[in-house]
């Protein structure tokens, strides 16, 4: 399955497509939630809601 028809699924709300997108931009979620060589969970689950609404939003 191509990233196309991945993005396609996740955007009905396929709960197993939209893991897979979450899982494929997790390193770069993670980079950008450590915060002075801190984790902050709070920032990774902003950008985990923020990536799903871009998801369902896009328009394709």
């Known amino acids: 399955m191509g990233f196309r028809e991945l993005l396609n699924r996740a955007k009905t709300m396929d709960d197993t497509a939209m893991v897979q997108i979450i ?15 801190q984790f902050d969970q709070d920032l990774y689950e902003e950008f985990v809601y923020r990536l799903i609404i871009c998801v369902v939003k896009f328009p394709y």
């Open 23 to 37: 899982e494929l931009y997790n390193p770069l979620l993670f980079k950008y939630a450590n915060v002075n060589c």
